[in-house]
């Protein structure tokens, strides 16, 4: 693309092997404050850039893109998700746009595992009591929880951080439903032992447990409905680790306050990085500060994934994550 090291800029703080790899390779320019870049700072970032590594925090959307100089040449985002860079825009303007798959889904199940055990069986509201010394001691009617073994799971998105969340579940003893724009294989389904609901609106009225596991899209949006949440049973449990706008956070936040659900367990949030300050003060949510991927490893593996795409791309073919207008 550049006889030069191309000038990458980087949006946020990465790991320092990253950081260090990145620097050795490409005239690199890091966040080392780590604040989230503000419309003008991404603008120039994206004049002076060849390639624009960001991350979700960064709105990459058309008026930003017309920004960007002609050396811009592709935006290799430093996670899965890209519903915060308009890929049609950057296509039209023929820059090329890369995401880093696959490498966050163990982590991601096993935080989504983890929120389903901490709201069934209510680890926070404990730990909270034990914590500030309030425990007075042993009662057969405190703290109930609910069992997981033979509760039935449905998982909204049966992809690869759906089936991996189904894998764990099965090894708890639960029973695994799923809707889907389409099945999955015959195979998976068997190793699942996962049941295809083509009507989601059917599914979410039997199951115990419901996960997100859905990008965010158009169509996703407010999927998890004000209508679909009353369609749920009253002692349901609802966990989302995808993105906070598949569900209508404020009908959630209802029916939780009226009881018709037991619990919640969110990792991310509708209007991200505010919390509605409703769901701040119920017991029976269990709220992170969307850490679901955060681990070592798959933060560094998404740096490599930059890093293959980047190299990839200048040394004239295809990047291996290349991410589609349509396919977003």
């Known amino acids: 693309m550049v006889d030069r090291k191309p000038k ?6 990465l790991p320092a092997a990253v950081e260090a790899r990145m620097g050795e390779l490409f005239d690199a320019t890091f966040n080392s404050s780590d604040a989230a870049m503000d419309s003008a700072a991404l603008g120039e970032a994206v004049a002076e850039a060849d390639v624009l590594v960001p991350t979700i925090t960064d709105h990459i959307d058309k008026a930003l893109i017309g920004l960007a100089g002609p050396q811009l040449k592709m935006i290799a985002n430093f996670g899965a998700g890209v519903d915060h860079i308009d890929v049609n825009a950057a296509h039209a303007r023929g820059v090329i746009v890369t995401n880093t798959p696959g490498v966050l889904t163990e982590d991601t199940a096993d935080m989504t595992m983890a929120l389903i055990m901490a709201v069934a069986r209510r680890l926070v509201e404990g730990a909270a009591v034990a914590q500030a010394g309030a425990f007075t001691g042993w009662s057969p009617t405190w703290m109930l929880g609910k069992r997981l073994k033979g509760a039935s799971l449905g998982i ?5 951080i759906g089936q991996a969340l189904a894998r764990r579940a099965r090894a708890f003893g639960m029973h695994i439903h799923y809707h889907n724009r389409r099945p999955v294989s015959r195979p998976i389904e068997a190793e699942l032992e996962a049941t295809y609901w083509p009507d989601l609106d059917r599914m979410l009225a039997e199951m115990d447990v419901v996960s997100l596991n859905s990008p965010s899209t158009p169509e996703t949006r407010h999927l998890l409905s004000a209508e679909r949440l009353k369609r749920l049973k009253p002692g349901a449990i609802v966990v989302n680790t995808s993105r906070g706008d598949v569900i209508d956070e404020e009908a959630l936040a209802d029916a939780l306050a009226r009881g ?11 209007h991200e990085p505010a919390i ?12 992170l500060p969307h850490m679901s991927s955060a681990t070592v490893e798959a933060r560094i593996e998404m740096g490599e994934k930059v890093m293959i795409n980047i190299r990839t791309f200048l040394d004239g073919h295809k990047p291996p994550d290349r991410v589609l207008p349509g396919a977003a």
Request: aromatic share 2%; charged share 20%.
């Open 276 to 287: 509605n300050p409703r769901l701040l003060n119920l017991p029976n949510v269990v709220l």
């Open 8 to 13: 990458v800029v980087v949006t946020r703080k």
């Open 156 to 160: 909204v998105g049966m992809g690869r």
């Open 260 to 270: 018709a659900l037991a619990g919640a367990g969110l990792d991310v949030f509708e």
